[in-house]
Structures are given as structure tokens and as C-alpha cells.
């Protein structure tokens, strides 16, 4: 009879299965029970901070999803890394956790101006130093405060999408900038409304959706951060069909910055956990950020489907058909849909093909 153990973080090895979902501080699940724990799956849950996970009992040694001979062949005839992430090292982690905190809970104009920069060439060193042209968003977490890590979320996230666009490397501190500064206008937003521990009225939304306005005015006179930032601050709530606000711009009307930070913000924002909601799946926030082409720019939304990675190359996925499958190659601009092997069969899936049409990633 199969029962579960938790174990220290120390003690976990490739091979084991997970009986509990692991999730990090935000409620966020980062490996579903049933999962064969690998090499990555370890070192990621490390970088996240995890210290004790729950794996099925008695199967330390032995895992029900071993490849099979034929499907360890197709795995090394296929298997393609994942590209370069950003990663930050836990010194990094603490200084802009720090930084952020400061921004937001003392938005003094020299002082923010300060430590956006700083903050802002932390994570651009964190993209060059390994050429990082992709990011896997559960490793980030610097901080379980929402506007905190949100903020830090939406600038990295904008940041490797202005990279996969070939923008300037000024261009790509710009936006960054703008990633960890767009919300704190929520510093002049009513306390009791910032954080209800419900859904908002719709007065109370209306007074929410001043925030963005109010982040502007607080950097409108501060000559040490760009116009283009303040710009893309302003309008990171703006759809192209005139949807958005505070102005109901639309496309040409909106800037180049901000159409790449509202991608940004929504995906972070649908995959957080807040007091009144549970947070989507990744897979969720891909579908419904599919969903929104008429508002969201077409560019932006091609850069993050090639940029995100959600399914790593060597983790184990469930497909509908019922077989367990190891995930080998990703398929850019197809998030959902990447190379598999099925473990035991060896039968090689490439789920954006139309004879896999039927196949989905559980």
C-alpha cells in the first residue's frame, strides 16, 4: 500500500515521485503529485526555496516512470535544451527585494529614481550574464508581497520580451523601469480598497483604476527617469481596441513600452494568488491571453509565446490520451504544445502537429 513521507529538500533525488503538489509562498502549484522528480525539477525547487517536499513512500530507488529502452532512445535522439533563463543568485534576490520594498513603502522621487536604476541593472546583468533569451516565471520570487514581486515579475518578464524583439540594450533597461515602477501608484490608492480581501465594487474598481494615472503624477516632475518610462506607466493599462484606460487608447496611440508591460501584467496577475482569488495555471494565463488578440499587441504576444517557457525539457507531463510523457524539445509560439515522449511506449508526440490535435498536457 502506497503512502506518502515528507522529506528535507537535501534528501530529494531524481527518480522519486511526488505525492504532495509543491507550491511555492503565493499558493502557485510548481510540480504536481504523481511527478518524477529530475535533476532540474531539484534545482529549481532550491533556487524557489523550497525546504521539505512530500514524495510517495518506498520510492526512493525506483520510479513507475522510468523510460523505457525505446523511449530512452527517441529522449536522446530528441531531447533539445531549453534556451538560456534568467537566473538570480540569492545575493541579487535580497538586494531587490530590499529595493522594491523601498520604492513602495517610501516612494520618495530621488530615492525611487535610485533604486529603480539599481534594481533594473541587477536584472539586465541577470539576462546578459548568461544570455538568458527565456524565462521560466517560478523562478524568480524575490519577495511574498504582490506588489513587490509582481512589480519585480513584470519587469523581468518585459525585459526578456524586449530582448526576443532585438531592442537596445538602453531600451531594454527603459522598459524595465517601467516593469518595476508601473503599480506604485497603488501607494495613493485607499488602503481598504488596495487590499479588500474580496472582489471590488465597482466604485472601489473605479477608484483602483486611478492607480496608474497616480503612478505617473508621482515621477511626472522627476527629471532622473526617462519620458518613455513615465509614458509606458501611464498606459500599461491601455488596449489597442480602445478598451484600456485611463484613456481608452488605442494602438497607435499607445507606446511601444507599454504594449509589451501589459502583456507582462496580465500573465503575472492571472497566475498570483490574491486574497480573493486563487491564482490560474500558467496554462490557464496562456489560454486566456490567447484569447485576448483584439487587445493585446500581436508582436508582444508572438515575443512571449517564444520567450516563456512552461513545460522545462526533461520534466514528466500527463497526457489526455493517458500516457505519462517526457518533455523533450519546446515549440516556439506554442507554449501548450511542446515534443513529448511517452515513457514507456517510446511513441514520440509533437503536440502542435495536426495528428496530435486531439492530445492535450493535462
Given at each position: ?23 511555492d ?21 532550491r ?11 518506498g ?65 539586465l ?46 531600451e ?73 484606460y ?42 486566456m ?12 504576444l508572438?515575443s ?51 495528428k ?7
Amino acid at each position: 500500500m502506497t503512502s506518502n513521507l515528507e522529506i528535507s529538500i537535501d534528501k530529494l533525488k531524481p527518480g522519486m515521485v511526488i505525492g504532495k503538489s509543491i507550491e511555492d509562498r503565493l499558493g502557485r502549484i510548481l510540480i504536481e503529485p504523481g511527478t518524477v522528480v529530475t535533476p532540474y525539477a531539484i534545482d529549481e525547487l532550491r533556487k524557489g526555496g523550497v525546504q521539505y517536499v512530500t514524495i510517495k513512500s518506498g520510492q526512493a530507488n525506483k520510479s513507475p516512470n522510468k523510460l523505457s529502452t525505446a523511449a530512452e532512445y527517441m529522449v536522446k535522439e530528441l531531447r533539445k535544451s531549453d534556451p538560456p533563463t534568467v537566473v538570480l543568485e540569492a545575493s541579487v534576490r535580497k538586494r531587490i527585494s530590499e529595493g522594491i520594498e523601498l520604492i513602495y513603502q517610501n516612494p520618495d522621487p530621488h530615492k525611487t529614481a535610485a533604486a529603480a536604476t539599481s534594481i533594473t541593472s541587477d536584472l539586465l546583468d541577470a539576462i546578459e550574464k548568461n544570455n538568458a533569451v527565456a524565462l521560466n516565471i517560478n523562478a524568480l520570487k524575490c519577495s511574498d508581497e504582490y506588489t513587490f514581486k509582481h512589480s519585480v515579475d513584470v519587469a523581468s518578464i518585459s525585459m526578456v520580451l524586449a530582448k526576443e524583439q532585438g531592442k537596445s540594450k538602453t531600451e531594454i533597461f527603459q522598459i524595465g523601469m517601467a516593469g518595476l515602477l508601473h503599480d506604485i501608484g497603488k501607494t495613493m490608492v485607499p488602503p481598504e480598497i488596495l487590499n479588500k480581501p474580496a472582489k471590488l465594487t465597482s466604485e472601489e474598481f473605479e477608484v483602483m483604476k486611478k492607480h496608474s494615472t497616480f503612478s505617473y503624477q508621482l515621477v511626472a516632475d522627476n527629471d532622473e527617469i526617462p519620458m518613455d518610462v513615465k509614458i509606458a506607466m501611464l498606459q500599461h493599462h491601455e488596449k489597442i481596441d480602445g478598451s484600456g484606460y485611463p484613456y481608452g487608447a488605442t494602438a497607435d496611440h499607445i507606446h511601444q513600452y507599454a504594449k509589451l508591460l501589459t502583456v507582462a501584467d496580465i500573465f503575472d496577475a492571472l497566475v498570483t494568488e490574491r486574497p480573493y482569488k486563487k491564482g490560474k495555471s500558467p496554462r490557464e494565463a496562456v489560454e486566456m491571453l490567447m484569447a485576448m488578440t483584439n487587445e493585446l499587441d500581436m508582436d508582444a504576444l508572438n515575443s512571449f509565446m517564444q520567450m516563456m517557457i512552461l513545460y522545462p525539457v526533461d520534466s514528466n507531463v500527463q497526457l489526455s490520451n493517458g500516457e505519462t510523457a517526457r518533455v523533450v524539445q519546446r515549440n516556439p509560439q506554442f507554449l501548450l504544445r511542446p515534443v513529448v515522449v511517452g515513457v514507456e511506449s517510446g511513441n514520440v508526440y509533437d503536440l502542435k502537429s495536426l495528428k496530435c490535435a486531439g492530445i492535450v498536457i493535462l
